[in-house]
């Protein structure tokens, strides 16, 4: 219902509409006053809210030559905010609380704050390989320009292609920063579809969760056996997650969990201060092969305090890590830790060479690394951990070939 009163000024008929306050009036101007989403670059029609400190960045990054695709703003806040359950689920499971990113949401409209910002050249400018730091170097240039709108250290930035059979844009992810694409079908709604649709979407929403990984500094790892089998949780999904997700069951990792536990823009984190100079040194390791497990030892000091190790059994027989087989667990005593790995939990064994790898998370968010190099002959593990070995100098070593490489930390100079 509605009143309204009609003004005579000479020949000017005035029709005044006066509305009474209500929820349908609220989305009606709502639904007037909003210009096409594919006219939106520059925009707040939207009342983002957080009651946390840092959010994920969330940029739309449009090559000069791109146009927006067709309702990007409502399917990338669907996928966004079905994200954060994921993430929130997987934390809860090991106990770190129902914690996952945070982001700038107008909850009354279910739609995620995202930044469109329009590049200065041709989507050939952004190849998948050398594109990302292009990117990066206008979004950063638009965040010097507008601070306000920089709201964490985290930054995924999603470029929309025309056709996702063909794409030449950066997918990948690494030191805080994240790149995927969005194409006009990328929909939820698709998940399980058994048709190209369903695996699209599978493949490029995993994609945008794993390179979101990434940006949130989770390295590869992969399944344990038993987890693998596990209808609960199947892929991990900084292993082939990417691939299965929405399709199969797919999960985050234990030690993928304890380091997102220290990370910026999970939970709240007021007060805290992130991704400061660490140094950590490992006093003594010791190692042994008992009960069908790997059994390691080990007292460190460190400036800033570790709360959790992770442990990656990397193969070394391939320059990839996503199958490296996890751990983790908490510190004992502020300084030390004791961890035990049954090897029926890993794939290879046999006579093959590996490289174990000791991620120390550090409560800032930060992570050290220290590796050790094993090998099985005939099923059996040899251990020769030791802190008095004479490495190498290696200031003057090069990389004269690499297989593949990821944005900034990732890169194989690292």
């Not at 703003?73 to 914690?99: A, D, P, V």
């Not at 050249?121 to 990117?135: E, L, M, Q």
């Not at 969990?257 to 040194?281: M, P």
């Amino acid at each position: 219902a509605s009143m309204y009163r009609i003004i005579r000024f000479t020949n000017i008929f005035l029709v005044l509409l006066i509305f009474p306050k209500s929820d349908y009036l609220n989305e009606f101007l709502f639904k007037e006053t909003i210009p096409p989403d594919s006219d939106i670059i520059k925009q707040d029609y939207f009342n983002y809210k957080s009651s946390k400190k840092y959010n994920l960045n969330i940029v739309y990054f449009i090559p000069s030559d791109v146009s927006n695709l067709t309702d990007s703003r409502r399917r990338l806040s669907e996928i966004f905010l079905h994200g954060q359950k994921f993430y929130l689920n997987n934390m809860e499971s090991y106990g770190f609380g129902k914690r996952t990113f945070n982001l700038l949401v107008d909850k009354k409209n279910k739609k995620v704050k995202i930044i469109y910002i329009k590049g200065k050249f041709p989507i050939k400018h952004y190849p998948y390989k050398g594109g990302g730091n292009k990117i990066k170097e206008e979004v950063e240039e638009y965040f010097s320009m507008n601070p306000h709108e920089k709201n964490s250290e985290h930054t995924i930035v999603i470029v929309p292609v025309k056709d996702v059979d063909n794409a030449d844009v950066p997918f990948y992810g690494g030191g805080r920063w994240c790149y995927a694409l969005d194409y006009v079908n990328m929909d939820i709604k698709y998940f399980g579809e058994n048709s190209k649709l369903g695996t699209d979407a599978s493949k490029s929403i995993g994609g945008i969760f794993h390179e979101l990984g990434h940006g949130l500094n989770l390295p590869h790892n992969s399944q344990k056996k038993s987890e693998y089998n596990n209808p609960k949780k199947g892929t991990a999904l900084m292993g082939y997650g990417n691939y299965t997700y929405g399709m199969t069951p797919t999960f985050l990792t234990k030690a993928s969990c304890a380091i997102l536990n220290n990370n910026q823009i999970f939970g709240d984190t007021n007060g805290k201060e992130f991704y400061s100079n660490t140094s950590l040194q490992i006093k003594n390791i010791s190692s042994s092969f008992s009960n069908e497990s790997i059994i390691i030892s080990e007292k460190f000091l460190s400036n800033i305090d570790v709360n959790y190790i992770g442990f990656y059994n990397d193969p070394a027989v391939n320059n990839s890590d996503y199958d490296a087989i996890t751990w983790a667990s908490p510190i004992v005593d502020n300084n030390s830790f004791n961890i035990k790995m049954p090897i029926n939990e890993l794939y290879l064994k046999g006579n093959y060479p590996y490289i174990l790898r000791l991620r120390f998370f550090h409560i800032n968010g930060e992570i050290t690394t220290y590796s050790y190099a094993y090998k099985f002959n005939n099923n059996i593990p040899i251990l020769e951990f030791t802190t008095d070995k004479n490495y190498h100098d290696r200031s003057n070593w090069k990389v004269i070939f690499h297989s593949s490489q990821e944005n900034e930390d990732g890169l194989a100079t690292n």
